[in-house]
Nanobody, 127 residues
Framework: QVQLAESGGGLVQAGGSLRLSCAAS????????MGWFRQAPGKEREFVAA????????YHADSVKGRFTISRDNVKNTVSLQMNSLKPEDTAVYYC????????????????????WGQGTQVTVSS
């Protein structure tokens, strides 16, 4: 099975940018569709973005569309989330996740669609 590890979180002012990375080990990342989720204190885990195994299909939640961009590098075995124009409401723990079904098309999904998860990285946006 694949192991996932997120990095790149931190504290940033509103309007700033961060780039999150998710590194995979144990299996090649091209076997999986990948997603990013986030969870704020007291809230349910929320879908942020997804990308198909080939990178040919991408989907972003409406709340981040135009500000966040998911991408992947199957050679480097990494998935990234570029976050621009950050808002205080983006504050959360961000998780990457792997879906072994590897469907050709991705859309908004729920946590139950993904089998493997990283430990999360904290993103805090100050106003």
């Amino acid at each position: 099975q694949v192991q996932l590890a997120e990095s790149g979180g931190g504290l940033v002012q509103a309007g700033g940018s961060l780039r999150l990375s998710c590194a995979a080990s144990g299996r090649t990342l091209s076997d999986y569709n990948m997603g990013w989720f986030r969870q704020a204190p007291g809230k349910e885990r929320e879908f942020v973005a997804a990308i198909s195994w080939s990178g040919g299909s991408i989907y972003h939640a409406d709340s981040v569309k135009g500000r966040f961009t998911i991408s992947r590098d199957n050679v480097k075995n990494t998935v990234s989330l570029q976050m621009n124009s950050l808002k205080p409401e983006d504050t959360a723990v961000y998780y990457c996740a792997a879906d072994p079904r590897a469907l050709a098309i991705v859309s908004m999904g729920g946590p139950s669609d993904y089998k493997y998860w990283g430990q999360g990285t904290q993103v805090t946006v100050s106003s």
